[in-house]
C-alpha cells in the first residue's frame, strides 16, 4: 500500500467526525450510535446521508449550505473520505460526520424514522450483479427500516443503466410488492444540466450544482448527468 495512503487512514484515526468501526461492532449487531445520530450531533435537526460519498463532495457542500440539517457520508474506501473529512474539519463544520463501512450493513447502523434524506451519488452501475446497485430492491428495503416518513432519496448518476433499471425495474417494482411503503417521485430528468435545472428552485439548483469527483470525469467525457428524486410515503 503507498504511503500516502497509509498516512491518510492514520489521519482518519485521529478525527473525532470519522467513524470506522469494526466488523464485530456491526455484524448482525446494532452500532453504538444506532437511534443516537441526533446526540452524537448536539441537535435535532434531520438527518442526511450521502451513500457511496467518495471524497464526501455532497456531505461538505450540503454541509455549509445547510447547517441547520447534519450530514454524514458513507463508503468503504478510507482514502477517498479523507479528502471530505479534512475538508470539514479544516472548514469547522460541526455538522458532518463520515462513516467508513459497508453499506450493505447499513441497517444496523440506523432506527426507524432517523433518517430525513438519502443522497447516492455516481455509486457503481455494477452491470453484473444488479443486487448489489444501491437502488436494488434489497436496498430499498433496507432504506424504509430507517426513512421517515415524507423522507426522500436522490439518485444522481451518470449511469443509463443504472437510472434506468431504478427508475423503470427496481422502484415500480418494490412500489407494488410493499404497498403501503411507497416512493413517489418527485423530479425526473436525464438531462440535468441541458434541462431538468431549470425547473428546480434557486436551493435545489444550488445542491444540484455541486459537482462530486467522478461527476466531473463523466462530464469531461460529455456524459449527460441524470437525476431522481423520491418521495417515501406510508399509507397506513
Ligand atoms: C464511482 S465512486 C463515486 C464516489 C463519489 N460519490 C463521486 O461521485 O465522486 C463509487 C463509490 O462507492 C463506494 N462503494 C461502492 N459500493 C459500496 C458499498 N457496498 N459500501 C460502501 N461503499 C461502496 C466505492 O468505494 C466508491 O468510493
Redesign the pocket.
Known amino acids: 500500500m503507498g504511503k500516502n495512503k497509509l498516512k491518510k487512514f492514520a489521519q482518519n484515526e485521529q478525527f473525532e467526525h470519522v467513524l470506522q468501526p469494526a466488523f464485530s461492532e456491526i455484524f448482525q449487531k446494532d452500532f453504538r450510535l444506532k437511534g443516537c445520530w441526533n446526540e452524537e450531533f448536539g441537535n435535532d435537526n434531520p438527518i442526511v446521508l450521502?451513500?457511496?460519498?467518495?471524497?464526501g463532495?455532497?456531505t461538505v457542500g450540503q454541509a455549509r449550505l445547510f447547517p441547520e440539517k447534519n450530514f454524514i457520508g458513507?463508503?468503504?474506501?478510507g482514502a477517498?473520505l479523507f479528502t471530505g473529512a479534512l475538508q470539514a474539519k479544516e472548514e469547522g463544520l460541526k455538522n458532518v460526520r463520515f462513516l467508513r463501512?459497508?453499506?450493505?450493513l447499513i441497517t444496523s447502523f440506523f432506527a426507524t424514522d432517523e433518517v430525513d434524506e438519502i443522497w447516492i451519488?455516481?455509486?457503481?452501475p455494477q452491470m453484473k450483479r444488479p443486487r448489489?446497485r444501491?437502488t436494488s430492491d434489497l436496498f430499498l428495503e433496507r432504506y424504509v427500516q430507517f426513512m421517515k416518513a415524507g423522507g426522500t432519496l436522490n439518485l444522481k448518476s451518470d449511469s443509463t443503466e443504472l437510472y434506468e433499471y431504478t427508475r423503470d425495474e427496481s422502484v415500480p417494482e418494490y412500489n407494488q410488492r410493499k404497498a403501503p411503503y411507497h416512493f413517489e417521485t418527485l423530479f425526473d430528468t436525464d438531462q440535468l444540466y441541458e434541462t431538468g435545472i431549470k425547473e428546480l428552485d434557486e436551493t435545489m439548483q444550488q445542491v444540484l450544482n455541486i459537482r462530486?469527483?467522478?461527476?466531473q470525469m463523466w462530464l469531461e467525457e460529455g456524459k449527460k448527468i441524470k437525476y431522481i428524486r423520491y418521495e417515501l410515503q406510508h399509507q397506513s
Not at 101 to 104: A, F, P
Not at 121 to 124: H, K, M, R, Y
Open positions: 450521502e451513500l457511496a460519498c467518495g471524497k463532495e455532497y458513507i463508503d468503504i474506501k477517498r463501512t459497508k453499506i450493505d451519488t455516481f455509486a457503481d448489489k444501491l462530486t469527483f467522478y461527476e
